[in-house]
């Protein structure tokens, strides 16, 4: 029986050939030459840059994408600010609304027990059942409510420093010359008055 060779053993990647290795350990050896700070500061060429910039298709479609959906979409949510402020607007107005509703319920339900039209008809219209006797009482306020007297008027005569008669003309020019709109009471009859032939 004939026994398995193995085939011939391949050099690693790692493993050099010991001729290599020397010349590597030869070009190691030499100095490393550093680039001049003129050669690194080299103008960039803007027509050079933009012609290695590739654009595919589906970046200038999805450009134009956004592009169209900010057009379409601004004035959209404008529109939908404008209208959410106008609903809030609105609902402060019916919860206003629905106030003046409850107190005036209420202000019904009141008008609807006898006992408070009795004693508003007693304080309002001073209504008295027949027998009853009511008196009136006159000054029952303190002293510090009731209303003062006026001083006297002086005896001495005081000088006016202005013409009158330039007033009094001014006053009656200003009122001759105001537009005053006559309201009309009722609704106006929509049949004109005949014409009067000329004549």
Known sequence: MERPT???????????????TSAKRVTASRPIRTPSPTATQHRVDVRDWLGRVRVSGFVVIML???????FVLVPTV???????QQIQAL?????????EVEDLQMQRDRWADPAYI?????????????????YLIDNDLPASST?????????AVGQTRTDWMAQLVRSVAAAG???????????????????????
């Open 6 to 20: 193995l085939p011939p053993r391949r050099p690693v990647a790692s493993e050099a050939p010991p001729a290599k």
């Open 64 to 70: 134009g994408l956004v592009v169209l959906g900010t």
């Open 78 to 84: 404008g529109t939908y600010m404008d209208q959410r």
């Open 91 to 99: 609902q402060g107005a019916v919860r206003i609304s629905q106030s």
């Open 118 to 134: 009795r004693t508003q008809a007693r304080e309002r219209l001073g209504y008295t059942f027949p027998g009853e006797v009511v």
């Open 147 to 155: 209303p003062q007297e006026q001083g006297d008027v002086s005896d």
């Open 177 to 199: 010359a105001a537009q005053v709109a006559v309201p009309t009471i009722g609704v106006p009859d929509p049949t004109p008055p005949p014409e009067t032939p000329a004549g």
